[in-house]
């Protein structure tokens, strides 16, 4: 599979709309797979929505060597071209010093071409001098071209454009004029999820005209001319993610506007573990039967007033939870398993709190907003007497607040939790935390969870935490 991967000079620069873009007009005559470097769950929405396959993420904190170069391999199968979109600045990453958990990472390991989104807006010359410092800031990082982005007149674009070929001796792919079309619906945690943006008939319009957009001022040709076939050979991960032994037992994930946030490859780790895969919506829906239930993250403080609508479906939880049936939960589907869900006065121009019953499993409540947490986290889990080290992310802002007594499984030593380092709170089979694992790194947790040999007796304590 031929791969490019696609970066911005910073946070803003366009990167995302750029690359849904050239991911939509490729789309239309070649089967295109897409990555997203970091732990990201809505740029990969958008991706996947315009190209119809999943979107999976590279990370080189989180995951290992085998890990990365598994799921590369495993995304390429059927595909004629591959784009990588990165995170933030083309060099920020976990630390000042190093590039772990940067776009520039991925780059240099998958020796992948890369193309340079600069925000052109209000520099011309200047243009230069920042592309030639990305070049000579780590020369092992290949940008082979650049896409000017909020452009203005033909003026601008002419000297921007001259000064980098001149300077920095690689091509200007393209540039892209300032417009109301490529902007994005924004909110807290950054851009509307897609699932949730498709429930609007313009937003279908939104994305086409980024589409048509980009398709105007780039130099579609050109750009294809620049991938490289870098496709890493198959390893154990990608056979793993390919293996689909008889399903044992059934595995209902909610997935609705209100839950969007999972990484593209879950479904393939739980069918390589046995597990048939359904879908579900605690917005619309009852409760299926299944040996096993997934909430993940998303805005579930978006959607309050309806989740609390739905009794049956609350009600029908806290029954499995009781029951013992293995439920795992992140983020926002900790929130949804708390008590209560506070929308504070003030937030979204609320002229008084608002106080939304949610499930009642886990004994404590969440409030909106609270402080920001954004950050890497390690730690480790205790499950079944087995300790298992991990790494992910937080991304919210909101805050849980539990009652006294409240047991933890999850120890960080990188992070804050649910509350000084301590996080995923279990009540009987059930686990909630505001730690988002990435699923191929974290299959042993998964597998212990909702493991068939193991049924019902995943987490062991002393005293198990009843309601």
């Known amino acids: 599979m031929k791969s490019l991967l696609i970066s911005g000079d910073r946070s803003g620069a366009g990167k995302t709309s750029i690359t849904l873009g050239l991911a939509g007009l490729l789309a239309k005559d070649a089967v295109v797979q897409t ?10 929405s958008y991706l996947s929505g315009v190209t119809g396959r999943p979107s999976y993420n590279l990370d080189t904190f989180v995951q ?14 059927g595909a004629d071209i591959g784009i990588v979109e990165g995170v933030r600045g083309l060099y920020e990453g976990r630390d000042s010093f190093t590039d772990v958990g940067s ?22 010359r200047s243009a230069a001098a920042l592309v030639k410092g990305f070049q000579a ?11 000017l982005n909020n452009t203005g007149g033909g003026h601008h674009v002419t000297k921007a454009t001259e000064a980098i070929e001149y300077y920095c001796g690689i091509p200007v792919l393209g540039a892209v004029p300032r417009s109301p079309e490529m902007d994005l619906s924004m909110r807290h945690l950054g851009l509307v999820p897609f699932v ?4 609007d008939p313009g937003f279908a319009k939104t994305i086409e005209g980024i589409i048509r957009h980009v398709g105007a001022h780039v130099d579609l040709d050109a750009i294809k001319a620049l991938a490289e076939d870098v496709t890493p050979e198959p390893n154990q991960v990608t056979g793993s993610l390919a293996s689909r032994p008889a399903a044992s037992r059934r595995i209902a994930v909610a997935f609705d506007e209100a839950f969007t946030f999972y990484y593209g490859e879950l479904e393939a780790v739980l069918q390589s573990q046995g597990c048939e895969v359904t879908k579900f919506s605690p917005l619309h829906d009852t409760l299926p039967e299944a040996d096993g239930y997934i909430f993940g993250g998303g805005y579930p403080e978006m959607f309050a007033e309806e989740l609390s609508r739905n009794t049956a479906m609350r009600e029908a939880i806290l029954a499995k939870a009781k029951a013992g049936i293995p439920i795992y939960a992140e983020c926002g589907g900790l929130m949804y398993l708390t008590r209560s869900i506070t929308l504070k ?25 609270a402080g920001k947490t ?22 919210h802002y909101s805050g849980v607040v539990m009652d006294p007594g409240t047991r933890f499984v999850y120890t960080l030593s990188r992070g804050t939790g649910i ?45 198990p935490q009843t309601l």
């Open 35 to 44: 990555y997203k470097v970091a732990m990201d769950y809505i740029d990969t």
């Open 64 to 77: 290992t060597d085998e890990e990365l170069a598994g799921l590369f391999s495993y995304g390429a199968k």
């Open 103 to 124: 776009t520039a990472a991925i780059a240099k390991r998958f020796s992948l071409p890369t193309i340079l989104v600069v925000d052109a807006r209000s520099i011309t």
């Open 137 to 147: 800031f780590d020369p092992d990082v290949r940008i082979k071209g650049v896409i």
């Open 196 to 199: 949730e943006g498709m429930r």
């Open 345 to 369: 006065k003030g937030w979204l121009g609320r002229s008084e709190d608002a106080v939304y019953p949610m499930c009642g499993v886990f004994a404590g409540d969440t409030v909106m907003p």
């Open 374 to 395: 954004l950050r890497y986290v390690e730690g480790s889990a205790v499950l079944s007497g087995n300790s298992y080290p991990f790494k992910g992310h937080e991304f």
């Open 419 to 463: 509350i000084d380092g301590k996080d995923g709170v279990v009540f009987n089979n059930t686990l909630g935390s505001y730690t988002h694992l990435m699923p191929v790194s974290a299959k042993g947790i998964l597998a212990e969870i909702f493991s068939a040999e193991r049924g019902k007796q995943y987490i062991k304590a002393d005293s």
